[in-house]
């Protein structure tokens, strides 16, 4: 209980998972109406606490946008990619991934191997790139469902076994995560030209 409090309380962190995805489409609804409150609610018997997750779907009033999601990243413990075909065409989802896969490299390099990105499949894996092809994932894409009926359906007592493993797993990121330092990398990262049928909306 006492390392849960020290993880809770750690000074220069403020979330536990950052929450990486393509805005405005099916895997924005997804997060937010499914993964996210299963998510929450076994992640928290896991910790011994609420965590802390940081999304931008609610920006406060008289914030820079950008500003705030650099911020967030930084000060948060891990990153969770929902992956679908555009994600890898936003500016903002491959400059997330990015700095947080040179964090990964900046803790490795100090004190071995470190984990701090658990991306989950959510579809369209022909649009991957080569580097998230060749990267583990967890592949959440045969519950990747927004519709209300999926709430009452069979698949989505499978879909929440799965949602608790993830969190399992997702503690022991949050868990093993190095001590805050104020110089975390920040990559800035320009997306390939996206297809016809996957162009950006940001």
């Given amino acids: 209980m006492k390392q849960q409090l020290l993880i809770a309380t750690n000074e220069g962190y403020r979330y536990d998972i950052f929450f990486s995805y393509s805005r405005g489409g099916a895997s924005e609804d997804w997060l937010n109406g499914c993964l996210k409150e299963l998510l929450e609610k076994h992640l928290q018997e896991e910790m011994g606490r609420i965590p802390q997750f940081y999304i931008d779907t609610e920006m406060r009033a008289g914030v820079n946008w950008y500003d705030d999601i650099k911020e967030a990243l930084l000060r948060s413990r891990c990153l969770l990619g929902v992956w679908s075909g555009p994600y890898f065409y ?9 700095s947080m896969k040179e964090r990964e490299k900046v803790v490795s390099g100090k004190s071995g191997s470190c984990k701090l990105i658990y991306p989950v499949k959510f579809g369209d894996g022909d649009h991957f790139s080569d580097e998230a092809n060749e990267t583990q994932y967890d592949d959440l894409s045969n519950w990747a469902f927004i519709g209300p009926a999926f709430r009452n359906s069979p698949e989505f007592v499978e879909f929440e076994k799965r949602v608790k493993d993830v969190a399992r797993s997702l503690w022991q990121i949050i868990k093993h995560a190095p001590e805050w330092e104020p110089g975390w990398p920040f990559i800035e990262v320009e997306p390939p030209l996206a297809p016809v049928s996957l162009l950006p909306r940001m």
């Avoid at 936003?90 to 990015?98: A, D, I, V």
């Fill in 90 to 98: 936003r500016k903002y989802c491959l400059t997330e991934w990015r």
